[in-house]
């Protein structure tokens, strides 16, 4: 579920509420993730482990991270990424836009990446949804890279409320 603007019920405004992992326009408490900060983590862990020139950005789509009521997550991720990049100097080879956030639109930009004559030597997913950047990374792993690929994409821990398996 990716961070967004809702519009909340009038039914349940008469009482307290929290959102979680959504604002509103009645200016309601909530409790938002720090995607910009998750931004940032990802960038700083490329910079990490050494890469500066070559970094593809997967997963663009101007339309939707403009638009509050499909994502805050995006625009505050990307903001993340492309600040952390800027202070250390560096710049993206290329941005993938995708017309869906959806698994297979993840897998699909990835592949036209590597067919590219100039290659990305890493690829960096700054996505609301986590199944996106998993199925670039089944690509990657599969042997779709013709060499070692870095992949950092931020993630939310989701945890369930059911006992673990034993």
Not at 59 to 86: D, F, H, T, V, Y
Not at 140 to 152: H, M, R, Y
Not at 153 to 162: D, I, Y
Request: proline share 8%; hydrophobic share 45%.
């Amino acid at each position: 579920m990716a961070t967004r603007r809702l519009m909340v019920p009038p039914a349940i405004l008469g009482g307290p509420v929290v959102l979680l992992n959504a604002t509103s326009s009645d200016g309601l408490p909530c409790v938002l993730p720090d995607d910009d900060r998750a931004g940032r983590a990802v960038a700083t862990a490329l910079l990490e482990h050494g890469h500066r020139d070559a970094i593809a950005l997967i997963g663009r789509n101007r339309l939707k991270e403009g638009e509050p009521e499909i994502s805050l997550a995006a625009r505050a991720r990307l903001r993340g990424i492309q600040q952390a990049l800027g202070d250390a100097g560096v710049t993206l080879l290329t941005e993938s836009f995708c017309t869906e956030w959806l698994p297979e639109h993840g897998y699909a930009a990835t592949r036209a990446l590597l067919n590219r004559p100039q290659r990305p030597s890493l690829a960096t997913t700054a996505l609301p949804h986590e199944l996106m950047g998993r199925r670039a990374v089944e690509l990657l792993l599969d042997g779709g890279a013709a060499e070692p690929s870095f992949v950092a994409m931020p993630l939310r821990r989701r945890r369930s409320l059911a006992p673990p398996a034993r």
